[in-house]
């Protein structure tokens, strides 16, 4: 992608969305290994902006800044303040563990993403609810988080939900983690609260668990489960994140967050087939495959009574 030669400080100017966004050390190395940079990462997430915003648009974000790139540490942080430019939108939310309030910011328009691309930001990780409705998630999210799994077996595990969604009448859209797992959301457009939410994400990981109870488990702690995948249905809480669809991960190869059509899920996937450099070829190809996330809901109350049938 990029020459290793060139002076690691280029900075420049560009207009993005009416608004001249400063980005600094362009050709510092983000990959080394793959000889991908800070400038590279910010190229990316621009040609692929039509499709990504819509998934962070009014959500606020917990930045995950990596500032030297994926071979150093990186951190979290929630709250920027007033350290912001004036253009970038924020929002101001009442925090119950730390009870003060944290400023979060919003990612509206593209100079908003080469912003936070600029300041580190490789993953992107909105709230699964928007600042409207912050108690009401636009989806409900299950997270197939492996032990020492095979990505064969993640595979296998996301056949059954999608085996079970089918079965209660719950429309359900799939994606890589970028990382070793996968994500299974079900569209909500905001109809239920998190308090709702939760206990359809709980039974469906349960009735998961009960098909294939020595590969999956509901046990948090990765040392209780060694070679299990996780069914983690906790991330259907307010404040809780996920890695937006489109977006890179700070992981070896530059892989991304990667949408997939079902007949895709199937043995041989794996999350390294999906990068950087192929991603834009892709949406090109195929489009937004997870825009039916932002579509019409499923009956919620319809499908937990389904899902409860399924027990007798």
């Not at 668990?209 to 990765?222: G, I, K, Y």
């Not at 404040?239 to 892989?255: D, E, F, L, N």
Request: with cysteine.
């Amino acid at each position: 992608m990029s020459d290793k030669n060139k002076i690691a400080s280029r900075d420049e100017e560009r207009l993005l969305a009416g608004q001249l966004v400063n980005l600094t050390n362009l050709n510092k190395l983000y990959w080394p290994d793959e000889n991908i940079t800070k400038g590279d990462l910010i190229d990316y997430y621009q040609s692929i902006a039509g499709y990504i915003l819509p998934y962070l648009k009014d959500r606020p974000q917990s930045l995950l800044r990596h500032p030297n790139g994926i071979n150093a540490p990186g951190f979290y942080q929630k709250d920027v303040g007033d350290k912001v430019p004036e253009w970038v939108e924020t929002k101001s939310i009442h925090s119950e563990s730390t009870k003060e309030e944290v400023n979060y910011i919003l990612c509206q328009n593209q100079a908003t993403l080469a912003y936070l691309n600029n300041l580190g930001c490789i993953q992107l990780n909105p709230w699964n609810s928007r600042i409207n409705a912050l108690e009401n998630p636009d989806w409900a999210v299950i997270d197939l988080d492996p032990g020492e799994n095979t990505y064969d077996e993640v595979v296998e595990v996301a056949l059954v939900v999608k085996e079970i969604a089918d079965k209660i009448g719950a429309d359900c859209y799939v994606k890589t983690s970028g990382a070793t797992g996968m994500h299974l959301y079900f569209p909500l457009q905001a109809k239920y609260s998190f308090a709702e939410v939760k206990p359809f994400a709980h039974l469906l990981a349960q009735k998961v668990h009960q098909r294939l109870p020595e590969l999956t488990s509901l046990e948090r702690m990765p040392k209780e489960r060694r070679y299990q995948i996780y069914l983690d249905f906790l991330q259907n809480a307010i404040s809780q994140t996920i890695a937006a669809p489109y977006c890179v991960r700070p992981k070896p190869g530059a892989t991304v967050s990667a949408p997939l059509a079902w007949p895709e899920v199937k043995k041989g996937l794996h999350p390294t087939q999906f990068t950087i450099k192929n991603m834009p070829a892709r949406l090109k190809e195929k489009g937004d495959l997870f825009k039916g996330v932002l579509g019409k809901n499923i009956d919620l109350p319809k499908c937990l009574q389904a899902l409860k049938a399924l027990q007798d």
